[in-house]
Structure formats: C-alpha cells, structure tokens
C-alpha cells in the first residue's frame, strides 16, 4: 500500500519561505507524477504544482510561479515543494499526490483525478 508522509507545515508571516516535503512508501516501480494541492477552509482543493518522475518536467499554477519550486530525489522517495515569498492568503493545508503518468498527463495534470494516491495534509498557518 502506497503511503505519503508530508512533513509538518509551520507558522509563516508574509514573504516567508517555507519547505514542504512528500516522502514515499510501498510504491509498486513505475513511472509517477508527484503533485501538490492545497485547500483553504471552505474552498475547493486546488493544484499548485507538480513534477514527473525524473525531474524534467515541472508544472505550476499561475499563481505560484517565480516563487514556488518543485523538485525531488528519487533515491530518497521524496518530493520536495520550496516556497518562497508566502502571502497570507496561501496559508492553507497543503497535500502531496501521486499517480501513474498516462500519456495524455500534460493535459490534466492540474486535476485531481489522475492522482491515486493522497497524503494526509500539512497545515500552513499564519503566525499572527
């Protein structure tokens, strides 16, 4: 059974950074998309950025991008999402996903539904 583990969130003030970390287990060889997601109480989950199995392609919402960097290590299981420049806005509960990367992934990579498997959430909390 294929589990994710993101690391505790934390307390940030505007322009803060902060790392994010998804470590995987019990994952069957095969080729994965790793995203993160976030949701804000109330609100739909929504995508933020992804990155496929080696490294080489790297999606981001438009409203991440320039401040927010996605990567991973393979050897270690782990994806990792930096985030930089942090609005208040964006204190949400972020959660990593995994799914088998079809051929057709570069269109709905920013759903929800190619991604079988979800972490439990870590909570980005504003420290005001």
């Known amino acids: 059974q294929v589990q994710l583990v993101e690391s505790e969130g934390g307390l940030i003030q505007a322009g803060n950074s902060l790392r994010l970390s998804c470590s995987a287990s019990?994952?069957?060889?095969?080729?994965?998309?790793t995203a993160w997601f976030r949701q804000a109480p109330g609100k739909e989950r929504e995508f933020v950025s992804a990155?496929?199995?080696?490294?080489?392609?790297?999606y981001y919402a438009d409203s991440v991008k320039g401040r927010f960097a996605i990567s991973r290590d393979n050897d270690k299981n782990t994806v990792y999402l930096q985030m930089n420049s942090l609005e208040s806005e964006e204190t949400d509960v972020y959660y990593c996903?995994?799914?088998?990367?079809?051929?057709?992934?570069?269109?709905?990579?920013?759903?929800?539904?190619?991604?079988?498997?979800w972490g439990q959430g870590a909570q980005v909390a504003d420290s005001l």
């Open positions: 990155v496929t199995w080696n490294g080489f392609r790297k």
């Open positions: 996903a995994e799914g088998l990367e079809a051929a057709d992934f570069f269109v709905y990579y920013h759903q929800e539904e190619p991604y079988t498997d």
């Open positions: 019990g994952r069957p060889y095969g080729r994965y998309v």
